[in-house]
């Protein structure tokens, strides 16, 4: 089983409209939690971390749920400009904190 | 004002014959980390230094070595590459070992031929 799992998609979405993806993970352990964004050929960069409480930035919200191990990422009012891979992270807080990946939900905004 | 800068952006080798990949840093960053991404896979943590301190992944293969001269510099040398070692290489850093915020290159591509 991965560490991190996710529906790889794609998911085509209409601009304005809202969309969620999950993930999945499977140590119960893990302690940080994120969602990177990935653009084609490019490298990951940090959209949010989510926190148990939930939070929120803008157009996007991310929530934990510990008991059933999973992560989700809504985007609502979609811009064309959100197409792109969500890729969801999690972290050991061992003392050397790797991130571990999902493989990443790519995600296209259709005009 | 990029703060960690990959060389070369594109690389292609041939089969079988050594090849380094750089990455540098001027945030002074004591943890310098190398990711493999593939198509359509998850970045795959080959390896990390803190400080001076190397510390690899059980799963990475004897192919793969890497180096820090110094705290800015870290390099990473495949000494025999396959064509399955073709991806995207991620160089990353993050300020120490407790540090959930990383900083990432803009990565090598790497092409064997």
């Known amino acids: 089983r991965k560490e991190v799992e996710q529906d790889p998609g794609p998911f085509n979405v209409p601009e304005g409209a809202t969309v969620a993806f999950n993930c999945t993970y499977s140590n119960s352990a893990s302690q940080s939690f994120f969602w990177y964004r990935q653009d084609c050929r490019k490298e990951p960069k940090l959209l949010m971390s989510v926190y148990s409480s939930g939070n929120e930035d803008g157009r996007f919200t991310a929530q934990l749920n510990r008991a059933s191990q999973y992560i989700s990422l809504l985007i609502r009012d979609s811009k064309l400009s959100d197409s792109a891979t969500y890729l969801c992270?999690?972290?050991?807080?061992?003392?050397?904190?790797?991130?571990?990946f999902g493989t990443g939900t790519r995600l296209t905004i259709i005009p | 004002d990029a703060m960690v800068i990959q060389n070369p952006r594109y690389q292609v080798t041939q089969f079988g014959k050594p090849v380094t990949l750089s990455c540098s840093q001027t945030?002074?960053?004591?943890?310098m980390y190398w990711y493999q991404q593939k198509s359509s896979q998850a970045p795959k943590l080959l390896f990390h230094?803190?400080?001076?301190?190397?510390?690899n992944e059980a799963d990475t293969p004897d192919n793969f070595q890497s180096r820090r001269p110094n705290t800015s510099f870290c390099f990473l040398d495949i000494r025999s590459p396959g064509l399955g070692d073709a991806a995207m290489y991620l160089c990353a850093t993050s300020r120490d070992s407790g540090s959930k915020r990383y900083t990432f290159g803009s990565g090598t591509r790497l092409t064997v031929v």
């Open positions: 945030l002074n960053h004591n943890v």
């Open positions: 992270v999690v972290t050991l807080n061992f003392g050397n904190e790797k991130l571990t």
């Open positions: 230094y803190y400080d001076k301190d190397f510390n």
